[in-house]
């Protein structure tokens, strides 16, 4: 099973940036979506952003027009590019192959606070 590492998280400002990197231990090419996902403190993982193997995208509506998700399959890796950043997306990060439904491998995750 490939292994994910996570990495980019961070302590930034309210309306800052961050580039988050999941990089894949073995190719991503044959996996048709991958994704990023988040927990907050007490609250349940959500999903944030998916990619296909195609291109397509779909976001969450919190994170849509501020966040882009990203694939670059020769570098066996998938990136969350994060703008206007809010307190409310202070998270762990995660990234995970497939589906959200289908048991996919998970990273260990990278922590991301945005201060007001």
């Known amino acids: 099973q490939v292994q994910l590492v996570e990495s980019g998280g961070g302590l930034v400002q309210a309306g800052g940036s961050l580039r988050l990197s999941c990089t894949a231990s073995?190719?991503?090419?044959?996996?048709?979506?991958l994704g990023w996902y988040r927990q907050a403190p007490g609250k349940q993982r959500e999903l944030v952003a998916l990619?296909?193997?195609?291109?397509?995208?779909n976001y969450a509506d919190s994170v849509k027009g501020r966040f882009t998700i990203s694939r670059d399959n020769a570098k066996n890796t998938v990136f969350l590019q994060m703008n206007s950043l809010k307190p409310e997306d202070t998270a762990v990060y995660y990234c995970?192959?497939?589906?959200?439904?289908?048991?996919?491998?998970w990273g260990q995750g990278t922590q991301v606070t945005v201060s007001s």
């Open positions: 990619i296909t193997s195609a291109g397509g995208t």
């Open positions: 995970k192959t497939g589906t959200p439904a289908s048991n996919g491998s």
């Open positions: 073995g190719s991503i090419f044959g996996f048709n979506v």
